[in-house]
């Protein structure tokens, strides 16, 4: 079956380039005044009698092949610079390179630039929304230094158990069924233990692909949702960044260009400091410490090729309880470092792409300062990917290979220390075509092989993205494939908050767990307002979930289930110069069942609304936020007893046995609704050297919302979410 992918995918070039011999190539790169690259800059072709090419940029980098001879004009754009065009004369067998270098648009300075999820050239696709590091701007925070996590918490279809613990599930996937990237490098744990913030800090964002569901063939290995990340290179003209500081987190970001115009080096450096601030101001611990570190040195090697080195170091640590006195303690850390190296051919219309990483992920449960439970997981892994691109049409083919060591202790005796190393890898094919204006088709295939169970698979995927004739600017999206996965999260699914996760793999001589996707949805874009309505179908096969009531131990049950996540998503964002306001609203369910049982887990939340605004009053920006979640399911207690000593007639007093529990019907009951509003409030002065301090003043939960984060099954007391919380802080910009 690999031989078979591989000769037709060189058939296909070698027919695709003796087509583009006989046309024009056009090909080039488009960058800001610091030399930075634009990705997603639209490139737009357009011929004397109507004729349209277009694209949008990769790592700032375009290619537009099979062009009939003619007279042109090119035009570059993106949201808040000035176009640039150009008329070109092409004839049969040129290959020309045009770079651009796109200045700010002065008519846009000093309004609130809103740039849009995605670029007229970029199509709508289903269960995508892309997010670009400007956006993050726009949404309340309680420091200065945003993230990509204030973001993602209020997306449709995604649900927190709270605002601490780290964990996501999208559209009914758990968090260890989930991909999270950066730069290629796999996280396992992206959130802090705080859930406003992440490993994605938005200075360095470019921009984030956030498949909810009916992602293509490029990614495996996962049977949930993908969260793409790629980050910014750094300015290559001067010396730029800022420092900041605030309760919830403190500071640095700084970009060098090390080669003017060609190689720059882009670092942040993160860390909170809120453990030392709640008892002065609150008067209530709040013992969570998070923070991370990323570095990229990044560099053209040529007109057409360019390669960057990263590396990333996060750490957290805290009581999940809060202050009440219940050991709840936890820590994590993940630690990357990869590499990326891009090359566009200078006489064939081919791109190459080869990625290389490294990762290591390690959690730890603790009571009294003492390890109870332990996991870590160490991978490397390795990708080369190309890509056809013959104007409307695409061909990308690429193999991947990983390997994944797994270590776990699920008590402290050292005879329950395991440890396993496995492989998988593989191959995929997709092609990409758009047969007319405003209508793609991207089917592909990945082949997902795990040699350590020896089992592989077929996953065929396919999307599709048409206009609504009767209604201008509206287009029909929809997605379906296949997914498997072998490793799996072991958790203790009696409770919520308990997040620690023992990384495995599946177990050997069973089927790996399996996935099914639908999607399909309305999606338009119309100038100052976007909206869209998308349903989402997904199946799950082979999933492994703890007998129920029982904790996690060596001697824990796993249970195989079956069940499905179904659900609806709707969006709707409206724009002005200085106002920006977006709804967010997901109807969802997830339900698991065996033989004897059928329940929903605790993270399926039935309904999540979230609702978002800012505006810019004489200089001042006030944003706000306000989250719903109807209530989570969990295990209601029906009573308690003592297990008497079996080896005595009449046990004394001393001797009454160990306190258990009753616990009524597995997630029957489900804890009240969430609700919480954020708000925040800044103001910009202008420095000398044209540099910029913004102060910064916010509030978390502002009305003091007593929100239940989870009930803690051994004391039996009620844990909440984080209270009122004022925030104050100040950033300068250079």
Request: charged share 20%.
């Amino acid at each position: 079956m690999p031989g078979r992918f591989l000769l037709t995918f060189l058939a296909l070039m070698s027919l695709a380039h003796t087509a583009t011999a006989q046309s024009a190539t056009l090909r080039g790169r488009v960058v800001d005044e610091s030399n930075e690259a634009i990705d997603g800059a639209n490139v737009v072709l357009r011929s004397t009698d109507g004729t349209v090419l277009g694209m949008a940029t990769q790592d700032g980098y375009y290619l537009l092949a099979r062009i009939p001879a003619g007279t042109y004009t090119l035009r570059v754009s993106f949201v808040g610079y000035e176009a640039a065009s150009e008329t070109l004369q092409l004839n049969d067998g040129d290959n020309l390179t045009r770079n651009f270098t796109l200045v700010e648009d002065p008519s846009q300075l000093g309004q609130l630039v809103v740039e849009g999820e995605r670029t007229e050239s970029r199509e709508a696709i289903a269960g995508l929304r892309t997010i670009r590091g400007a956006d993050l701007g726009l949404l309340p925070s309680p420091a200065l230094s945003r993230d990509l996590a204030s973001s993602l918490v209020s997306e449709a279809g995604v649900v927190t158990v709270g605002d601490r613990g780290g964990q996501l599930f999208i559209r009914g996937g758990t968090p260890s069924e989930n991909i999270f990237l950066l730069d290629g490098m796999r996280i396992f744990q992206p959130l802090h233990l705080v859930n406003a913030f992440s490993v994605y800090p938005a200075d360095i964002v470019a921009f984030a692909d956030v498949y909810s569901s009916g992602y293509g063939a490029y990614y495996g290995g996962r049977t949930g949702a993908v969260v793409d990340v790629t980050t910014r290179n750094g300015n290559k003209q001067r010396i730029s960044g800022s420092a900041s500081v605030a309760p919830f987190l403190a500071a640095v970001h700084l970009e060098i260009p090390v080669v003017t115009d060609r190689v720059s080096f882009l670092t942040s450096v993160r860390q909170s400091l809120l453990s030392d601030y709640g008892p002065r101001v609150i008067g209530e611990e709040l013992p969570y410490r998070y923070g991370d570190r990323y570095f990229k040195l990044h560099g053209f090697l040529s007109e057409t090729s360019n390669v960057s080195v990263t590396a990333l170091r996060s750490n957290d640590r805290g009581s999940l309880a809060g202050d009440i006195g219940i050991e709840r303690e936890i820590a994590w850390s993940n630690e990357a470092y990869g590499a990326n190296f891009f090359y566009l051919a200078p006489s064939l219309p081919v791109f190459t792409e080869i990625t290389i990483g490294t990762t290591r992920f390690s959690s730890e449960k603790l009571d009294n300062d003492e390890v109870a439970q332990s996991s870590s997981v160490e991978g490397i892994e390795g990708s080369f990917n190309f890509g056809y691109l013959l104007g409307t049409y695409q061909v990308h083919f690429g193999i991947f290979a990983q390997s994944t060591k797994f270590r776990y202790a699920l008590s402290p005796r050292r005879s329950d220390r395991f440890a396993e190393f496995v492989t998988e890898g593989g191959m995929f094919l997709e092609t990409r075509f758009e047969p007319s204006p405003g209508w793609h088709f991207v089917p592909g295939a990945r082949i997902q092989t795990f040699p350590s169970r020896g089992q592989s698979y077929l996953e065929p995927r396919f999307r599709f993205t048409v206009p609504v004739d009767f209604a201008p600017g509206v287009s029909l999206t929809g997605a379906w494939g296949i997914y498997h996965q072998e490793l799996i999260g072991l958790t203790d699914d009696r409770t919520v908050s308990d997040v620690f996760t023992a990384w495995a793999p599946s177990e050997e001589n069973q089927a790996v767990p399996k996935s099914t996707h639908y999607a399909l949805g309305l999606t338009t874009d119309q100038g100052r307002w976007r909206a869209s309505l998308e349903g989402y179908s997904r199946t799950i096969e082979n999933l492994g979930f703890p007998a129920l009531g029982e904790p996690l131990s060596v001697n824990t049950r796993y249970l195989s289930l079956e069940g499905f996540s179904r659900g609806v998503d709707a969006g709707l964002e409206y724009r002005w110069p200085r106002a920006f306001a977006r709804l967010s609203y997901g109807l969802g369910q997830t339900t698991y069942r065996d033989q004897e049982i059928e329940f929903a887990p605790p993270h399926d939340r039935r309904h999540s609304l979230s609702l978002t605004g800012q505006i810019d009053v004489r200089g001042y920006r006030v944003a706000a936020q306000w989250h719903y979640g109807s209530g989570l399911p969990f295990t209601q207690i029906n009573g308690g007893f003592q297990r008497l000593p079996v080896d005595r007639e009449t046990p004394t007093p001393d001797e009454a046995g160990e306190f258990e529990l009753l616990f009524g019907q597995p997630f029957s009951a489900r804890l009240p609704a969430y609700h919480r509003l954020d708000v925040s409030l800044e103001r910009d002065i202008v420095l000398p050297a044209g540099a910029r301090l913004t102060l910064h003043a916010s509030a978390v939960n502002s009305y003091n919302r007593s929100n239940w984060f989870d009930l803690d099954y051994d004391s039996l007391e009620r844990l909440n979410q984080l209270p009122f919380i004022p925030s104050f802080g100040a950033q300068v910009k250079f």
